[in-house]
């Protein structure tokens, strides 16, 4: 099949600066709507991914989002909040972008057209087979991510990817390609916009289902998250106020001593066992 670029297809509206705002916002809000369809879409080949990873990451393996631009930013975003979210080491969730951390901010020249940079990358961190590589691409042509792909694939570590094209050169190197297909962008090519909030809507899902799958939701509850600041602590010790009937000084005191809520959770069950 021909690979066409509906990323870098014409908008569906036109003469966009001479339109009010409201009907812009309104607009983009309706584009917008079709971007958990597409997601929706998507949810078998995200399931094939997720239930791959889980054993992996329960064996000692990591996930690496590797990606250029918007797309790479939103994979670092996705693999720092983990840490806090869930309590994992940041060793467990990996964001490589382009052109290192200047580019979290700053554009770096040339930084995604550089197709062995991803993989010398991932060599650093000692990559082995029970890794697992996503390439974030909207395009699916980001040459960084593309080559770190192939060199993964061609040594037996599972790939997969998100992209808003079908039948990219990217997803002909994924193991478990998700081509989450949103359709032109309201600005035209701006793919910080329906592609970028479908990738986050899909991050969100695969890192959410494995730390789930690896027990690090209790019930609905981030018991495992850091307590780096006072909502975060009163938070912690609502839950354990719901579990445990304590009152909220004793809640409180517990939670502080033993750092998160599920530990202070398995504390007062072994004192009560010994009582």
Known sequence: MEFIKITEQPSLYNDLEKKPIGEILQEINAEDHKVADAVERSIPQIEKLVSQIIPRVKKGGRIFYMGAGTSGRLGVLDAS??????????????????????????PVEN????????????????????????????????????GAMHEARKNGILTGCITSNPNSPMATEADIPIEMIVGPEYVTGSSRMKSGTGQKMILNMISTAVMIGLGRVKGNKMVNMQLTNQKLIDRGTRMLIDELHLNYGEAQSLLLLHGSVEKAIEAFHNEDELT
């Open 81 to 106: 909040e983990i840490p806090p979210t869930f309590g994992m080491p940041p060793t467990v969730v990996i964001g490589l972008i382009a052109g290192g951390d200047t580019a979290l901010r700053n």
């Open 111 to 146: 930084a995604e057209d550089d197709t062995k940079r991803g993989w010398e990358e991932l060599q650093q961190y000692n990559i082995n087979t029970k890794d697992t590589v996503i390439g974030i691409a909207a395009s699916g042509t980001t040459p960084y991510v593309i």
